[in-house]
């Protein structure tokens, strides 16, 4: 059984113009430094094809929406790959271009082309509406948080999210002060709807159950706080003054 050849960009010309024909479209290769034109009475659709789908080709099939009334990329199909958090991010922006996606695969001397995404004009509100969720949790997540305390593009440091400024702020006061009653927590400031449940799951093991409903901080909690020396601070001087 021999190697399986390199899929070549030039492979996927026959079974997409066969695909438009299909279709009714008269189709024609490199016109005007379009890889495939095909006509239908008046509407003019081209179609880009790559290797790979990447942003090179996105933004050809951009720059051919000015001349096309129709624009798709067409690209060989990689099973692999379609279920990746990459792909669905690449074809919702394509859907958001109102760009066109067919898949091209072989078996042996057979092709078949499937039309993945459709070049149909995008609706914003719809989109805004199935992102609405997304969109409080981000809101909320903001309002949450007391300062700014990550850096934008980072990713090799443990983010600081609203839950863990609240596990902070808490183990600040512990720190402080020593063992602590759950109210005791309450009345120095530590968030009244969340506390017991930080301290319950002790999702970072920072905590210890002293007695019942009194919490100190555990060997690694006084260690890991080290290292949010700033909110730490913050949390000392500002919510641990304010006295009964």
């Given at each position: 059984?021999?190697?399986k050849?390199?899929?070549?960009?030039?492979?996927?010309?026959?079974?997409?113009?066969?695909?438009?024909?299909?279709?009714?479209?008269?189709?024609?290769?490199?016109?005007?430094?379009?890889?495939?034109?095909?006509?239908?009475?008046?509407t003019?659709l081209?179609?880009e094809?790559?290797k790979?789908l990447?942003?090179?080709?996105?933004l050809?099939?951009?720059?051919?929406?000015?001349?096309?009334?129709?624009?798709?990329?067409?690209?060989?199909k990689?099973s692999?790959?379609l279920?990746?958090?990459?792909w669905?991010n690449?074809?919702h922006?394509?859907?958001?271009?109102e760009?066109?996606?067919?898949?091209?695969?072989?078996?042996?001397?057979?092709?078949m082309?499937e039309e993945?995404?459709?070049?149909?004009p995008?609706s914003?509100?719809?989109?805004?509406?199935?992102s609405?969720?997304?969109?409080?949790?981000?809101?909320?997540?903001?309002?949450?948080?007391?300062?700014?305390?990550n850096?934008?593009?980072?990713t090799?440091?443990?983010l600081?999210?609203?839950?863990?400024e609240?596990?902070?702020?808490?183990a600040?006061?512990?720190?402080a002060?020593?063992?602590l009653?759950?109210?005791?927590?309450?009345?120095?400031g530590?968030?009244?709807?969340?506390?017991?449940?930080?301290l319950q799951?002790?999702?970072?093991?920072?905590?210890?159950?002293?007695?019942?409903?009194?919490?100190?901080?555990?060997?690694?909690?006084?260690i890991?706080?080290?290292?949010?020396?700033?909110?730490?601070?913050?949390?000392?001087?500002?919510?641990?003054?304010?006295e009964?």
């Amino acid at each position: 059984m021999g190697e399986k050849r390199e899929i070549l960009e030039e492979d996927l010309y026959a079974p997409v113009k066969d695909h438009l024909i299909q279709l009714g479209y008269d189709v024609k290769g490199e016109v005007k430094n379009c890889d495939v034109s095909a006509l239908k009475g008046e509407t003019l659709l081209v179609v880009e094809m790559k290797k790979t789908l990447n942003l090179d080709v996105i933004l050809q099939a951009t720059l051919r929406q000015r001349v096309a009334d129709i624009v798709y990329i067409a690209v060989p199909k990689k099973s692999r790959i379609l279920f990746t958090k990459r792909w669905k991010n690449i074809c919702h922006l394509l859907r958001r271009l109102e760009i066109g996606l067919l898949l091209v695969s072989f078996r042996g001397d057979v092709s078949m082309v499937e039309e993945a995404i459709e070049p149909k004009p995008f609706s914003r509100e719809k989109s805004r509406r199935v992102s609405n969720k997304k969109k409080s949790l981000v809101l909320k997540e903001f309002s949450q948080r007391q300062g700014d305390y990550n850096t934008g593009g980072c990713t090799r440091k443990k983010l600081v999210t609203a839950y863990r400024e609240k596990s902070i702020q808490i183990a600040a006061l512990l720190k402080a002060e020593g063992p602590l009653s759950i109210k005791q927590l309450k009345d120095r400031g530590a968030d009244r709807d969340k506390v017991s449940k930080i301290l319950q799951n002790n999702f970072y093991d920072w905590f210890i159950r002293v007695s019942r409903g009194v919490y100190d901080l555990s060997e690694r909690g006084k260690i890991e706080i080290e290292n949010y020396s700033e909110l730490v601070e913050y949390y000392t001087h500002g919510e641990i003054m304010k006295e009964d």
